[in-house]
């Protein structure tokens, strides 16, 4: 008994100094904890899930590439396009409706070799709100707005189902493009809604603040090389400092793709980012040039046109039309 004892009293302490036995040894070590998943990318912030955006500042496009880029990302003259021309005005001046014919606003389209465009307008979102009216828009691969006045737009197509069939066609991986007034109704807020002219940038009337928001969190404005419009956006960021500004020059586009956009045509885009640390000298916003591309989630540069890789934080070159470098 006192030999058991002894012997269960010696095993116990060899268990307690942690001495394992041969079979123990022979076991493999327990494998490695797996790396946990890196976590999925969110949705994008500002620009679509799906489809592109190709946002141009007004002017001429000719020789810049916009536009058989625009025809490229709709997958070729052989797809259908939609071409709204409701931002040149729903009524006339002394109050009749203004009629629109369709040979005449697709004619340019079919001269660039389209074989598969239609116009698509009404000046009453009754009409707009109806099956029959979007009929062409449900399988439409583009659309394109004309440029005029963006609230125009807003008044035939706000909240109706032609507004929800365009952001459809996005959805399916289409395009959306327009120049001018076509641009701006791209942001979310809607800079020069005012009816009674473009000069005012923060319009009162309630029911044109509000672009089709395809690019969300922005505001877009145009022509700002040519109408001298670079500091135009600058109270509209302190005003609603959660928006990022775009300005862009004629014969200019960004082309949008989730958060990330590149710069395409003859000159320059302004971008207002109040994330960015300023110099008391420079304006507060910086200038992009032809194949530039920014994220705007990130608020950083991430490639030059040169081919340059930005150093140090990637934050732009400052300082509006003086510091065009």
Known sequence: MKKATAFSVAALFITLLGVVTPAQQTQPPPAAAAAPAAAPAGPPE????????????????????????????????????????????????????????????VQSWV?????????LHTHDPKVADTEAFVK????????????GR??????????????????KVLERGGVIAGSSAGATIQGEYLVRGDTSGPNVMMTQE??????????????????????????????????????????????????VKQDTFE?????????????????????PYFVLSQGDVYNMKTRRIEKYGTGQTPSGRGRGRAGGPGGLL
């Open 111 to 119: 001269r660039r070799g389209l074989k598969n465009v239609k116009m």
């Open 46 to 105: 500002y620009g679509p899930a799906t489809g592109t955006l190709v946002i141009i500042g007004g002017g001429s496009n000719e020789g810049t590439g916009i536009m058989e880029k625009f025809i490229e990302l709709a997958g070729g003259p052989d797809k259908k396009f939609i071409i709204v021309p409701t931002a040149g005005g729903n009524r006339r001046q002394d109050g009749t409706v203004q009629e629109y014919k369709e040979e005449d606003v």
């Open 136 to 147: 062409d828009l449900r399988d439409a691969d583009a659309v394109w707005f004309n440029g």
């Open 263 to 283: 710069v395409l045509g003859k000159w320059k885009v302004a971008v207002h980012d109040n994330t960015r640390l300023y110099q008391p000298w420079e304006k």
């Open 150 to 167: 963006q609230w125009n737009i807003v008044d035939s197509f706000a909240n109706t189902r032609t507004y929800r069939e365009f952001h």
């Open 206 to 255: 309630p029911n044109h603040q509000e672009g089709f928001k395809f690019l969300r969190k922005s505001a877009i404005d145009q022509h700002i090389n040519a109408r001298n419009r670079w500091d135009d956006l600058i109270p509209v960021i302190q005003k609603f400092p959660n928006l990022i500004g775009i300005g862009l020059s004629e014969g200019t586009a960004i082309i």
